[in-house]
């Protein structure tokens, strides 16, 4: 197969540009906003998530600048084809984990309470992983380099374990697929002698870069901190607004033409996986300290049996988990 090509913003020679302070741009924005709109909330907030994509490349831009690695904005999905679409409306063939998974055996069971416990920001966390740096290049020589990521036709291994979701989703058909670099090093961590709850996955071959765990990282807490502040004051735009700008990144740097600035899906397939992967390890805590795991579906979306604040931390930072709702099921409850 052909070698990637990709378009790579670089610094000019010479001298490294100095790393800017842009810890106030999102609240200049916000300002800016209701300011406009006579302090209507509404309509500030209306008009802050119409130019959240702009916004969120411009500040992701202004995080670059004095950064160690400059990564590539655009792959040539013509010389990748598994990242290519079959059609506009059609998807690839990248396969992300997404879980819609429930423990049949308890919910045919005696009647239980379940509480149903959703993630803070979980594509925010999630842009803390490993990203592939330039455009991916391929090979067929079955190895994994913990330095590189980006996507991997694997063989995926057996699952028994009826009590825990499968860490690869509802996927059913047992031949090779295509999954990204947060699931292949999940399957890889399971298969190891601390965990042992499957075998490694074999990989048949791959499309894969250099990559860096810290590419997204000023870009995350900068709206992390924003975020944080918008909770602590009650600031419902703010909170709206940052919210908007990691989702609608995530959602259109893949080949969408909302986004002009950035052509990754190999990076859209990577964080939303990555987002998948954080749920299941949260499962497994929880599973560890003695919960039933009764459903874990979506991004973020985690339901168990038992005391879950000795787990979990109840709030709406990143690291804590929410309540969204308590449910019955089992003989006479709610299926």
Known sequence: MPAAVGRQHTQSPGRPKERQDTSGLIARNVAQALEDNGGDMDAALAALI????????????????????????????????????????????????RPKWRNRAVESGPAQTVTALDVNGAYLSALKTHLPIGAPRHSSDGTYDRKRSGVYLIDPPAWAHEDLPNPLGNREEPRPLWVTDPTLRLLIRLSGPKYGLCAPPV???????????????????????????????????????????????VSTIGESSANREMRRPDWMHIIRSQ??????????????????????LGTDELHVIGDWRQVFTEGRKLTDMKLKTEYTIGTGGDS
Do not use: C
């Not at 490349?57 to 990564?71: C, E, I, K, P």
């Not at 009650?234 to 909170?239: E, H, I, K």
């Not at 954080?278 to 599973?287: G, I, R």
């Open 50 to 97: 119409k130019r959240a994509i702009p916004d969120g490349m411009a500040l992701l831009n202004s995080t670059r600048v004095g950064s160690t690695y400059d990564f590539t904005n655009y792959v040539d999905t013509d010389a990748i084809p598994i990242l290519k679409k079959p059609s506009r409306d059609g998807a690839d063939l990248i396969w992300e984990g």
């Open 203 to 249: 990989i048949r071959e791959s499309w894969t870069s250099g990559s860096s765990e810290a590419l997204l990282e000023r870009f995350r807490r900068e709206m992390a901190a924003a975020r944080d502040a918008a909770i602590e004051e009650g600031d419902r735009v703010t909170l709206e607004y940052v919210k908007a700008m990691y989702a609608k990144f």
């Open 275 to 296: 987002a998948f992967a954080n749920l299941w390890l949260k499962a497994w805590k929880a599973h560890q300290a003695g919960l039933t795991i009764v459903r874990m």
